[in-house]
């Protein structure tokens, strides 16, 4: 019989006998063809090729406009290719992220922040100094945004805009500071039209309404949630998402519906933030890929990657496989620009900027580990004797130098807390798309959960399994 729930997102519980289920290193896609069968096929996250390497580290920050790409990279700002990082000027460094904008062909400039400070390049002659204006909160500045010809930077308890099309002049006058809630903002995203400014509890969208100062709030919205961490924010499809908190508590993901939060996260992602002594450092970034819209909240501190696909709602995990400690990690990648109709990603440790693609199958050299362990397959407590487990599978897609795209099986019959020993198989030499990837003889269990895992350099397609049992008398 076809195993039930076989694709399905990361859902693992407080107790492992109510879930069990991980999902890590693949993401689902529903067939769009009515009464397909299979409905639904894994395939593997993209992996990650170096493109160049900044002299300082960690990538902090990427930008991307007009065909120019930049990178903050520890304390410096640099130009960006696919082969060499050029040094543009010297920045501020508190170990937390940068952010950029550009008032574009208007203003020819580029916006920094990073370490409190501003920061413009002159686009057209590639000058680069600290912004001296008297008006600008040096010191204290938090974030950078641009909307309608005018720089905006987020610093606690207010936000300040530019003069017209110049991120030198810092007018006094142009600071708003907030009266609709006691508590402060600390995010910021400006997103086509609006300005969403998020608290510690609660959060506003604001717009411009052509007065004297620009921006004003937005009719009477006023959303009952503030950020938990303060660079998670980013857009998703025109919304926004956010790990968030209010007043009555925390560590719960959000996406705006027209200024509605809407909870995406699961009990399974909630009950992963819930074992992080801090969620503080957890960055959030965004990309789209053949349809899909993935949100991702990375911490490198806490080890862990969760992504949400918006085109299915479902979760599933990502994450960097350390063959040292054998144990996944936050996956290298913390932020991400699509130049040049590539995707770009900068490393969460070193200078290194990567290019992500689906048809790469390492990150950065290191074997992709993906990994799906089954729901629980209970027939009332009863023992239930397995004779087969089989993978509907894309075989042969070993790699012309060669490799077999060996696969996993291990199983456990106590509801996910131990383990079976591993059992491996070949997934195929390339070109032999007959090859079937069956275990036969796998025992009884009353409380059986099934894992596979393929770590080879290949592609991975999953469509179904098949498991023949029988059941016993008690």
Known sequence: MEFPGFVGPSYQLQSLNAGVERCVNLY????EVPGADPAWTYYGTPGLTLLLTCPDAPIRAQYFLNGRAFAVAGAGLYETTS???VFLGAVLNDGQPASMASNGVAGGQLFVVSGGSGYILTLTTNAFAVIAAAGFPTGTAMQAGF??????VLAPTKFQVSALEDGTTWPAAQ???RSIAADSWVSMLVLPRFVWLLGTQTSEVWYDVGATFPFA????????????AIWSAAPVDNSVA??????DGDRMVLLADQYVPKRISTHAVETALMT???????????YQEQGHNFYLLTSRANKMTWAYDAATGLWHERGWWNTTTGEYEAIRARNHIAPFGQHWVGDRETGAIYQQALGTYTEAGVAIRSLRRFPHLIAELNRMYYSSLQLNFQPGTGLVDGTDPTIMLRWSDDGGYTWSHEHWLSGGLMGQMSTRAIWRRLGYGRNRVFEIVQTTNGKRAWLSAYVTAQPGTS
């Open 147 to 152: 909307l309608d010809g005018y720089f905006l």
């Open 175 to 177: 600071v708003a500071q």
């Open 276 to 286: 992080c002594a801090d969620v503080s450092d957890f960055l959030g970034f965004s």
């Open 83 to 85: 082969g060499a990082a």
């Open 217 to 228: 709030p937005l009719g009477n919205v006023l959303v009952p949630h503030g950020i938990a």
């Open 28 to 31: 689902a896609e529903k067939m």
């Open 242 to 247: 956010w790990l968030a908190r209010n007043v």
